[in-house]
């Protein structure tokens, strides 16, 4: 079982930029697929980013691309989400997933262990 805590979240500017973490423990961090949700208001949750387990292969919804980078250092155990440019219809909660094995996942059913959630407010 692994343990997932998000953090970096807040409220910023549009055209501003966060950077998400998210920390795992328990388990070896460098078995799992990681991938990083959002959910705002009344709509459904979204994969925005997910990252391979060696690092080597991403993925982006097309909404973000170009301005959101995802990053993973197995070394500390963490998963990254730079994100610039924000924008107002990037204000939504956002989620830290796990999935062991694999290559990439990016639909929310393949993921097992999730965080608590980061709240990320952009305003206009």
């Known amino acids: 079982q692994v343990q997932l805590v998000e953090s970096g979240g807040g409220l910023v500017q549009a055209g501003g930029s966060l950077r998400l973490s998210c920390a795992a423990s328990?388990?070896?961090?460098?078995?799992?697929?990681m991938g990083w949700f959002r959910q705002a208001p009344g709509k459904e949750r979204e994969c925005v980013a997910a990252?391979?387990?060696?690092?080597?292969?991403?993925y982006y919804v097309d909404s973000v691309k170009g301005r959101f980078t995802i990053s993973r250092d197995n070394a500390k155990n963490t998963v990254y989400l730079q994100m610039n440019s924000l924008k107002p219809e990037d204000t939504a909660v956002y989620y830290c997933?796990?999935?062991?094995?694999?290559?990439?996942?990016?639909?929310?059913?393949?993921?097992?262990?999730w965080g608590q959630g980061t709240q990320v407010t952009v305003s206009s």
């Open positions: 990252i391979s387990r060696s690092g080597d292969n991403t």
């Open positions: 328990g388990r070896t961090f460098s078995w799992y697929v």
């Open positions: 997933a796990a999935e062991v094995y694999g290559i990439l996942y990016t639909t929310e059913d393949k993921y097992e262990h």
